[in-house]
């Protein structure tokens, strides 16, 4: 367990800039959890489990409308800071994301009193803070402009060459659902777009399955 | 001169929690500038004027397509603080906003290297720093959830009667134009809609001029 705590100490950029003290509370109080795939770990202000580093494994986070559907704004990989987990230590954070193992996924925990009670005393802590805050509001930046200046058939493209490199195969095991909820479209709106991929032999359909066939035919049309 | 500063004080949400040094410092550097109606302040990664404090006037922030399409992503009144015209200050924002003034208007800037400065070894300004830039977030974030889930007629309902409540009054002198590069669409999707609107009996449409006949009608379509 002390090992383990040492590992995490190497993915804290500003370790070396806490006193004694403010690294006894870290180390005494961090928590170590394995969520399993499909788990939601946080949901809007209604959660606040801390600060988390991924461990292994994969986490997405993603809004939801009032009827129900959804758009990814950011993933999470390993040794990957996840703020939002702890976003009731801001005031200011104004809005909800949902955040759910896409894999299973193992955390570690610095609880939010914790966290927050250290980030009010260390500037460097408060600035690293800031550092990843400004890192996931890029990503939302990042996603605004592909909303509105991209057409879905590039987005669908670029979301299939993400999930073939995160898998590391062309066979990507997804469903029409789950894209649409990654890109915040309808189920029948993506089917159709992959049926036109599908015509145009860049992918092959088949039950819970998409397979790339022309994986440069579809990054001119993602880069476009 | 000092009697305005003494202004800009009473402004600055952690001034008491600074040290006398770092308050001189702040008081040594600070500027005051008056910035023209369109005139742009700020653009991209190649400015970073500073901090920023609207003391009157009208602030926009908006990003722009490769094509020059442009969509408003927040804007800024009296005693509303900027960090986007200090974004140097922070490694992680990787994205590029423009800055420009909506109305002529006046500023208080504390210079980025003096608030740099500060940030690092103060960290209740760090930890300010954090709020005002959740704050940004949280606005991007209520822009994503409007593009995503609000069709156009509801978002340019709102928009109308968001102008109309800044300017107070009903007659806003705008064109078709401006208000596309507010919601990120074309001038001739914003005309159609219009003079749907204007058929509907809720506005009235003149060169350079939409007034506003029904507001509850307005307002009913923008809130649903």
Same mark, same amino acid.
């Given at each position: 367990?002390? $090992?383990?705590?040492?590992?995490?100490?190497? &993915?804290?950029? !500003?370790?070396?800039?806490?006193?004694?003290?403010?690294?006894?509370?870290?180390?005494?109080?961090?928590?170590?959890?394995?969520?399993?795939?499909?788990?939601?770990?946080?949901?809007?202000?209604?959660?606040?489990?801390?600060?988390?580093? !991924?461990?292994?494994?994969?986490?997405?986070? &993603?809004?939801?409308?009032?009827? $129900?559907?959804?758009?990814?704004? &950011?993933?999470? *990989?390993?040794?990957? =800071?996840?703020?939002?987990?702890?976003?009731?230590?801001?005031?200011?954070?104004?809005?909800?994301?949902?955040?759910?193992?896409?894999?299973?996924?193992?955390?570690?925990?610095?609880?939010?009193?914790? &966290?927050?009670?250290?980030?009010?005393?260390?500037?460097? !802590?408060?600035?690293?803070?800031?550092?990843?805050?400004?890192?996931? *509001?890029?990503?939302?930046?990042?996603?605004?402009? #592909?909303? =509105?200046?991209?057409?879905?058939?590039?987005? %669908?493209?670029?979301?299939?060459?993400?999930?073939?490199?995160?898998?590391?195969?062309?066979?990507?095991?997804?469903?029409?659902?789950?894209?649409?909820?990654?890109?915040?479209?309808?189920?029948?709106?993506?089917?159709?777009?992959?049926?036109? *991929? #599908?015509?145009?032999?860049? %992918?092959?359909?088949?039950?819970?399955?998409?397979?790339?066939?022309?994986?440069?035919?579809?990054?001119?049309?993602?880069?476009?």
């Amino acid at each position: 367990m002390r $090992g383990a705590n040492m590992d995490f100490v190497s &993915y804290f950029p !500003v370790w070396s800039k806490l006193t004694d003290g403010q690294k006894d509370r870290i180390l005494a109080s961090l928590l170590t959890r394995t969520i399993e795939k499909g788990s939601v770990i946080h949901s809007g202000s209604m959660d606040c489990i801390g600060l988390v580093l !991924v461990k292994t494994g994969q986490l997405r986070a &993603y809004i939801l409308s009032e009827e $129900g559907r959804e758009i990814t704004i &950011y993933r999470l *990989f390993d040794v990957d =800071m996840c703020l939002m987990t702890a976003s009731c230590m801001i005031r200011s954070i104004q809005f909800d994301v949902t955040i759910e193992a896409e894999k299973d996924t193992e955390l570690w925990v610095i609880p939010a009193e914790t &966290y927050k009670s250290i980030m009010e005393e260390s500037a460097p !802590v408060a600035n690293y803070t800031n550092e990843l805050m400004a890192t996931r *509001f890029s990503d939302v930046m990042w996603l605004v402009e #592909q909303i =509105m200046w991209k057409s879905l058939d590039k987005r %669908v493209a670029a979301f299939l060459l993400e999930e073939a490199s995160i898998e590391g195969t062309n066979e990507i095991k997804i469903t029409h659902e789950i894209i649409a909820n990654h890109l915040g479209t309808h189920r029948e709106v993506i089917t159709r777009m992959l049926r036109y *991929f #599908q015509n145009e032999g860049m %992918v092959k359909l088949s039950r819970g399955m998409v397979t790339i066939l022309d994986a440069e035919k579809l990054e001119a049309l993602g880069d476009g």
